[in-house]
Antibody, heavy 121, light 107 residues
Framework: EVHLVESGGGLVQPGGSLRLSCAAS????????MSWVRQAPGKGLEWVAL?????????YYADSVKGRFTISRDNSRNTLYLQVNSLRAEDTAIYYC?????????????WGRGTMVTVSS | DIQMTQSPSSLSASVGDRVTITCRAS??????LDWYQHKPGKAPKLLIY???TLQSGVPSRFSGSGSATDFTLTISSLQPEDFATYYC?????????FGQGTKLEIK
């Protein structure tokens, strides 16, 4: 069965950093683009970042996180990462990792249950 | 960025009702439109992709239609497990954008 399990969230002060992880199983991780999507308390879903299958095809970010967040992947560990730096109160959210479908990197057919990031002093 | 506007933002309905949610894109996105169901504490679930293709395992009471800028999600006969929040999302280009959501509640 296909699974995505996020970890690494927590309480962090403004300006702080975290590294979120997403462990994938049940599919050939290296064959799929992956994204992070977040949901702030009481708000809707917001796409955060995408990483392509290969490094050459690149990664993409929402303007709200560009320059502060970095998405990466370790195909040997079947793991997706999101390094989140210079955190702000408005980054408080549940962070979901999501697997893209074949051929359409912006359609997400498998999601994890999320990890909560709280930015507060 | 492409703006996605859903309506209504909330909806009260009864089991067995037919329900329609609409989604409008600020520019043409061809048929690059997906629908998700989200329940509190759970992972979001893909229902419909490419505007009208039912994701594997999703009940046939869910259907989608539309192209260019105007799209709809229809649930033909509401079941108790369908009460959730529904989001449209354009997969046309980055930044991928979601509608604000439609919360479907029991009347």
């Amino acid at each position: 069965e296909v699974h995505l399990v996020e970890s690494g969230g927590g309480l962090v002060q403004p300006g702080g950093s975290l590294r979120l992880s997403c462990a994938a199983s049940g599919f050939t991780f290296s064959n799929y683009a992956m994204s992070w999507v977040r949901q702030a308390p009481g708000k809707g879903l917001e796409w955060v970042a995408l990483i392509s299958v290969s490094d050459a095809a690149g990664s993409y970010y929402a303007d709200s996180v560009k320059g502060r967040f970095t998405i990466s992947r370790d195909n040997s560990r079947n793991t997706l990462y999101l390094q989140v730096n210079s955190l702000r109160a408005e980054d408080t959210a549940i962070y979901y990792c999501a697997k893209a479908t074949v051929g359409v990197p912006g359609t997400f057919d498998i999601w994890g249950r999320g990890t909560m990031v709280t930015v507060s002093s | 960025d492409i703006q996605m506007t859903q309506s209504p933002s909330s909806l009260s309905a009864s089991v067995g009702d037919r329900v329609t949610i609409t989604c409008r894109a600020s520019q043409s996105i061809s048929r690059n439109l997906d629908w998700y169901q989200h329940k509190p504490g759970k992972a979001p679930k893909l229902l419909i992709y490419a505007a009208s293709t039912l994701q594997s395992g999703v009940p046939s009471r869910f259907s989608g239609s539309g192209s260019a800028t105007d799209f709809t999600l229809t649930i033909s006969s509401l079941q108790p497990e369908d009460f959730a929040t529904y989001y449209c999302q354009q997969s046309y280009n980055t930044p991928y954008t979601f509608g604000q959501g439609t919360k479907l509640e029991i009347k």
